[in-house]
């Protein structure tokens, strides 16, 4: 089998199981680069060959990323040719980051210095809805119901589709941007915005508010379940905000939570 079909091979077998197209991606992207690396056929690639990959292509990547290299070539050879090729190969633990999170007084500073009305408003939905940066972009007009105050977010991460609150003080501004779209609730002249449209948007707000952490889209979306926790939120609730499949992703909030971790009142305070 050449590299060109068990790759051919591969997108199918990943659209079999229905897979996004990110995923697909990510995927194909992986198994395409191990055999441009080592230029042998499929059946040839074994254990010393993958392992030179990771030595070449992954040393200096994060262990979540290099377990998900890993995990994309085992679906191809175990599927494909009945074979795994990283049986034996040794995973990384995954690193325990904290994720940078604005206080509430940081979130006001940022909207204020976005320069645009509609700028504001879309990330003002990022935060007060805690949405991800690609359900944003791809919110239609009818996803939209502002008569029950609730938008719907379709085949989102995990292929799952859910509900999100709309909130109340971003009513009359999404009401705008519905009256100004034409499919999409966030266009511009060239149609539906792109991921990176948002993340500048970001990036630039911060700056000018003169925020030092590292603020990214996603970074509102950590903003909004951390301030829904510190205000007595139950997790389970937050879990079903974000659309997390387990309990366990949403507990990291639980680490992150710096309110909380204040109000213990250190031994030495009571000498």
Same mark, same amino acid.
């Given at each position: 089998?050449? $590299?060109?079909? &068990?790759?051919? =091979? +591969?997108?199918?077998? @990943?659209?079999?199981?229905? @897979? #996004?197209?990110?995923?697909? !991606?990510?995927? +194909?992207?992986?198994? %395409?680069? +191990? *055999?441009n690396l080592? =230029?042998?056929? $499929?059946?040839?690639?074994?254990? %010393?060959?993958?392992? &030179?990959?990771m030595a070449e292509k992954l040393s200096d990547k994060v262990s979540t990323t290099i377990i998900q290299a890993l995990s994309s070539i085992r679906f191809a050879y175990t599927t494909i040719l009945k074979k795994d090729p990283t049986l034996n190969i040794r995973r990384p633990k995954k690193?325990?980051?904290?994720?940078?999170? +604005?206080?509430?007084?940081?979130?006001? #500073? @940022? *909207?204020?210095?976005?320069?645009?009305?509609? #700028? !504001?408003?879309? @990330? #003002?939905l990022l935060y007060g809805a805690g949405l991800r940066v690609s359900e944003l972009v791809n919110l239609k007009k009818q996803d939209i119901h502002f008569e029950e105050g609730i938008g719907y977010i379709k085949q989102s991460k995990g292929r799952k589709d859910r509900v999100f609150n709309i909130p109340k003080g971003l009513v009359e501004g999404l009401n705008l941007c519905f009256q100004n779209s034409k499919e999409y609730l966030f266009e511009s002249k060239r149609g539906r915005l792109s991921p990176r449209n948002i993340q500048k948007i970001v990036e630039k707000a911060a700056k000018r508010a003169g925020i030092q952490k590292q603020v990214h889209p996603h970074t509102l979306r950590h903003s909004f379940a951390t301030h829904l926790l510190e205000d007595g939120t139950d997790l389970r609730k937050i879990q079903e905000l974000l659309g997390h499949s387990h309990l366990d992703t949403t507990q990291k909030y639980i680490h992150i939570s710096t309110k909380q971790l204040r109000d213990v009142k250190s031994p030495f305070d009571n000498l």
């Open positions: 089998m050449t $590299p060109e079909e &068990f790759l051919k =091979q +591969l997108v199918i077998e @990943l659209k079999i199981i229905k @897979l #996004s197209p990110h995923t697909i !991606r990510k995927y +194909l992207a992986v198994n %395409k680069g +191990l *055999l080592i =230029q042998k056929t $499929p059946e040839e690639i074994d254990e %010393k060959h993958i392992k &030179f990959y690193e325990t980051k904290i994720p940078s999170v +604005l206080t509430k007084e940081e979130v006001k #500073s @940022l *909207l204020n210095a976005t320069k645009t009305k509609k #700028s !504001r408003i879309m @990330l #003002s």
